[in-house]
């Protein structure tokens, strides 16, 4: 099955600086990838999203790239808040099935 | 607010016990996914369910099950909970099998005493 490695597992930032949490997928099949931000004792919400189709996608300050070579994908976060402060999940799902797979989170903590 | 609610917010039982979860996704999704969410394992799927009938199965264990009705809410079963159960279970609903985004309901925490 699809194996979601993400990097670092916590990352602190000044705020106005920028972060970027990185992922490796294992399934070359894989079609899609989201992003979650889990705020504490809160429902994962989905921010930004990326198909295989197209190697990057831009929302405000969020960005997210693509490497179908390397199979790697990135969140890239810039002029950082610190509501921005939660657990960010990458994700991949399979051509053949529809279940997202997740990488094991990273805690981003933006300081004032 | 997704649309997708999970009763009950919160459960405290005890080993060898037998629980139900519940879900109801938004209106109109046929798709449910159940998901588990614990401090040493990040958020894995368990299982899947397509307009009543089961699509896809993740790490779930034989000890757990599921079932969606024909309203389309849906059930995670849990017996013989052990104190490793505990959890938060996600459920997510999406509207049809290969729509991409799921969205997630705000979860059941479950303690085993």
């Known amino acids: 099955g699809e194996n979601v490695e993400q990097h670092p597992s916590t990352l602190s930032v000044q705020e106005g600086d920028s972060a970027v949490i990185k992922c490796t997928y294992s399934?070359?099949?894989?079609?899609?990838f989201p992003w979650y931000k889990q705020e504490l004792g809160k429902r994962p919400q989905l921010i930004i999203d990326?198909?295989?189709?197209?190697g990057e996608k831009k929302d405000q300050r969020i960005a997210v790239t693509l490497n179908k070579t390397a199979k790697h994908f990135s969140l890239h976060i810039t002029e950082t808040q610190p509501e921005d402060s939660a657990v960010y999940f990458c994700?991949?799902?399979?051509?053949?099935?529809?279940?997202?797979?997740f990488g094991k989170g990273t805690s981003l903590l933006v300081t004032p | 607010d997704s649309g997708v609610t999970q009763t009950p917010k919160h459960l405290i039982t005890a080993t060898g016990q037998r629980v139900t979860l519940r879900c109801s996704p938004r209106?109109?999704?046929?798709?449910v996914y159940w998901y588990q969410q614990s401090l040493d394992q990040g958020l894995q799927f368990l299982i899947q369910?397509?307009?009543?009938?089961?699509?896809a199965k993740g790490n779930i264990l034989e000890r757990f099950s599921a079932q969606q009705f024909p309203d389309l809410h849906s059930e995670l079963n849990l017996s013989s909970l052990e104190l490793g159960d505990s959890a938060l279970y996600f459920c997510?609903?999406?509207?049809?099998?290969?729509?991409?985004?799921?969205?997630f309901g705000p979860g059941t925490r479950l303690t085993v005493l």
């Open positions: 997510a609903s999406s509207p049809s099998r290969s729509y991409n985004e799921q969205f």
């Open positions: 399934d070359s099949a894989s079609n899609y």
């Open positions: 990326i198909r295989s189709n197209v």
């Open positions: 994700a991949a799902r399979e051509n053949s099935g529809y279940a997202l797979n």
């Open positions: 209106s109109g999704d046929l798709s």
């Open positions: 369910y397509y307009n009543g009938e089961e699509r």
